[in-house]
């Protein structure tokens, strides 16, 4: 038989029984359409999830802090200490995966000073790595990136406009630096043609001692970046240059604690989020505990995970429903055709086409609610979309960060395999009733009257 | 002569029901050349549909062989005997057994469908052997629509259709009235003889017997008398019936003396 001529007798005998394969077909659509939203639920929640974490923070990015809380197996918080030092941080450049690690060292008591004249001071300044700082991601308006061993100086997008005259006494910092409508004032010192240096003072008994003066090779300007106020009020500075100024003051104060060649602080740049779960499985390894978004996102996925199976659960089982109506409805039209088809048995059909006839019909009837399972899924997503919330939903609402997003999300993958899903599940439940088909006794069916 | 093209090979075959036995056919040895028309006679439950059904490989016999071309369709697996059909085969049913959703054109090419034919070839073989049978101004026409004997013309014309070696018919007429059964015999012994094909035909009626050049003639699941029928020696049908009622008669009074004979024993 031509594949044509199986697919126009399989189609005829579903439009000679047209209620019934309606009602069939109904089975279909509310099973598929009931998994759709299901899973687009899952897939949105999990989007709304990765778009509040994402809100927080650049998620390839790992912290190590020396001082360290971990939550023990009883849920009670650990004080914990990490060494880090850069014997560590050699170790970690080395790991894979891994795309930039810098400790992050920071001092307040410092001053800039541009022309001589006008001075920025007590902003705090962080040291980082002269590599890494473009791995970090940072961007800049003006400038370029420092090369190894350069020394530099970037300012967040708001700190320069504070530079000011030290002598000239002030009387209102808001006028100074703000017009009466909010907006700022041009910054009394064009940095891009300044010089400028950077030193360190103490306060010590009622006397500023000033330190030793640092020029910088290059000046920059950063990019803001939407969800990360450094690149809005700090500066950056190579880290030799900010460690040199906190040494001279941890002399001046005598302070014993502070030791050369420790950090509190060392961020990680993870080529990908799995990469970045990958260091962190890696540095627990080594005792040394890590904080990253990737591990809030973890807990929350875990959370979200039982309530999307259950979810997936619910839609499998109109689908399974579904499938038992197929089978149902081949079986009794089998039961009803036994005469027809005994004799197109005697009329030399071949076994295999009938088989393939009774396929073809329950994988249409799964096709066909398959694609109206989609229409009928985008209404409903449409619906839940206009008039839910998507707070109410998933566990990133109960962090009490509340993001515009969707409820329910279909991506066209999911269209597709639902639509092919569909169709396999119909093709499995036409199966057994196909087989039964091709043994009806082609003799028993001429007799029967 | 040319080669059978059917040979049966003392066939038997029994029934078990329960625990007990009945034996519909036993020792049948036949064989039967292209192009006869041959008739199988009996009255009722002398085991000829049974016979029909096992040269037609729709049933497997309890003992011996079925041949048709050469092949031992006892031996063949239902998905071969499918095939084979397909190819050699083809049925006309007592009770029509049109597919009742189809139109008559459509029922006829039902066969060149399953044998893969194109449509153009198909609806064109479809119509001609259609109007052969007479039925060319109700193509489309559905089987409810049709009359007893209309309907059997369309079964006869899906059975011829896609040319085979063989067509069996159990019963063709046995629903019909004498008029209709008349034309429907001339209709399908025409176009038999005019391709060249081999009817086997199932009988309880001796006047549709007198139509067939070969007679086979079963009494209790025997065959008792094989009669080849030289249509010139008799002037008209009359004479022909007259003589097939003797020789069964004759027939008849053999076997139950036979029987009594063995019960003087
Ligand atoms: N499936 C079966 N199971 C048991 N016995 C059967 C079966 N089919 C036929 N028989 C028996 O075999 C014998 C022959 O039956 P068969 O149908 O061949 O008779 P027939 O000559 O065609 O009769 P009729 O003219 O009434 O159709 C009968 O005694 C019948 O009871
Ligand atoms: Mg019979």
């Not at chain 1, 880290?239 to 502070?258: G, M, P, Q, Y």
């Not at chain 1, 619910?314 to 499938?323: E, F």
């Not at chain 2, 096992?54 to 041949?67: D, I, T, Y």
């Not at chain 2, 013309?153 to 070696?165: D, E, Q, W």
Request: aromatic share 10%; glycine share 8%.
């Amino acid at each position: 038989m031509k594949i044509k001529d199986i697919f126009s007798m399989a189609l005829g005998n579903l439009m000679r029984r047209k209620l019934r394969t309606f009602l069939t077909v109904i089975g279909v659509i509310v099973g598929a359409a009931a998994i759709i939203v299901m899973i687009s639920l899952g897939i949105a929640m999990n989007k709304s999830l990765d778009d509040t974490i994402s809100e927080m923070g650049d998620l390839t990015i790992i912290e190590l802090n020396t001082y360290a809380y971990t939550i023990d197996d009883n849920g009670n918080y650990q004080d914990k200490r990490n060494l880090l030092n850069d014997e560590l941080v050699e170790k970690i450049k080395k790991l894979d995966g891994v795309v930039a690690v810098s400790p992050f060292v920071s001092v307040y008591e410092n001053k800039i000073v541009a022309n001589r004249t006008y001075e920025l001071q007590g902003q705090e300044i962080y040291g980082i790595d002269a590599e890494a700082f473009e791995q970090f991601g940072y961007e800049l308006e003006y400038g370029d990136f420092p090369k190894k061993g350069e020394t530099f100086l970037f300012f967040g997008t708001d700190t320069y406009y504070r530079f000011r005259n030290p002598d000239k006494p002030v009387y209102d910092y808001f006028k100074e630096f703000y017009n009466t409508d909010g907006t700022p004032k041009p910054p009394k010192v064009d940095i891009k043609k300044a010089k400028i240096y950077i030193s360190g003072f103490s306060w010590n008994d009622e006397r500023k001692y000033e330190f030793k003066k640092y020029n910088v090779q290059k000046v920059g300007i950063l990019k803001q970046k939407e969800n990360d106020w450094m690149t809005q009020y700090s500066i950056f500075a190579d880290i030799e240059t900010v460690n040199k100024i906190l040494s001279e003051n941890a002399k001046a104060n005598n302070n014993r604690d502070f030791k050369p060649g420790e950090y509190n602080t060392v961020k990680i740049k993870a080529a990908d989020i799995n990469s970045a779960e990958k260091i962190q499985n890696t540095l627990k390894e080594m005792g040394i505990t890590t904080y990253g978004l990737s591990d809030m996102r973890e807990s929350m996925q875990k959370q979200q995970g039982t309530l999307q199976m259950i979810l997936g659960g619910i839609g499998a089982m109109s689908l399974i429903v579904a499938a038992i109506g197929i089978a149902n409805t081949m079986v009794m039209s089998i039961y009803e055709r036994t005469k027809e088809i005994g004799v197109m048995k005697v009329l030399g059909c071949k076994l295999s086409n009938i088989k393939s006839m009774f396929l073809i019909e329950s994988s249409v009837i799964g096709f066909i609610g398959g694609i109206f399972g989609v229409a009928l899924s985008y209404v409903a997503s449409f619906l839940m979309n206009k008039f839910m919330n998507a707070s109410s939903l998933g566990s990133a609402g109960n962090f009490g960060i509340v993001t515009e997003s969707a409820v329910s999300i279909i991506p066209w993958w999911l269209v597709l395999l639902s639509v092919v899903f569909s169709t396999v599940v119909g093709l499995i439940s036409g199966y057994l009733p196909s087989c039964r088909a091709t043994r009806i006794s082609a003799l028993e069916a001429i007799k029967s009257e | 002569m040319s080669e059978p093209i059917i040979k049966v090979d003392n066939l038997r075959k029994v029934y078990k029901l329960g625990t007990q036995k009945v034996v519909a056919l036993d020792n049948i040895n036949l064989e039967i050349y292209p192009g006869e028309i041959c008739c199988i006679l009996g009255t009722s439950g002398s085991g000829k549909s049974t016979l029909l059904n096992m040269l037609a490989g729709l049933e497997k016999p309890s003992r011996g062989n079925v041949f048709i071309n050469n092949s031992s369709i006892s031996q063949m697996s239902e998905k071969e005997l499918v095939d084979f059909r397909q190819k050699y085969l083809g049925f006309v049913f007592q009770s029509y057994n049109l597919i009742n959703s189809m139109t008559a054109l459509e029922n006829v090419t039902l066969p060149l469908v399953f044998k893969g034919k194109n449509k153009n070839f198909r609806v064109k073989a479809a119509k001609n052997i259609l109007k052969t049978v007479g039925l060319s101004s109700h193509l489309n026409h559905k089987p409810s629509q049709m009359s007893g004997g209309q309907q059997q013309r369309v079964g006869i014309a899906r059975a011829f259709v896609s040319n085979p070696s063989v067509v069996f018919a159990d019963e063709p007429t046995g629903n019909l009235d004498s008029k209709t059964t008349d034309e429907i015999m001339k209709i399908m012994l025409d176009v038999a003889q005019s391709f060249g094909q081999t009817l086997v035909i199932v009988t309880h009626d001796r006047d549709i017997a007198s139509y067939a050049n070969r007679i086979f003639y079963l009494f209790d699941g025997r065959i008792c008398y094989d009669l080849h029928v030289n249509k010139e020696l008799y002037g008209n049908r009359e004479d022909l019936l007259h003589h097939i009622q003797e020789i069964f008669d004759t027939e008849k009074q053999k076997i139950s003396q036979s029987k009594e004979n063995s019960e003087v024993e």
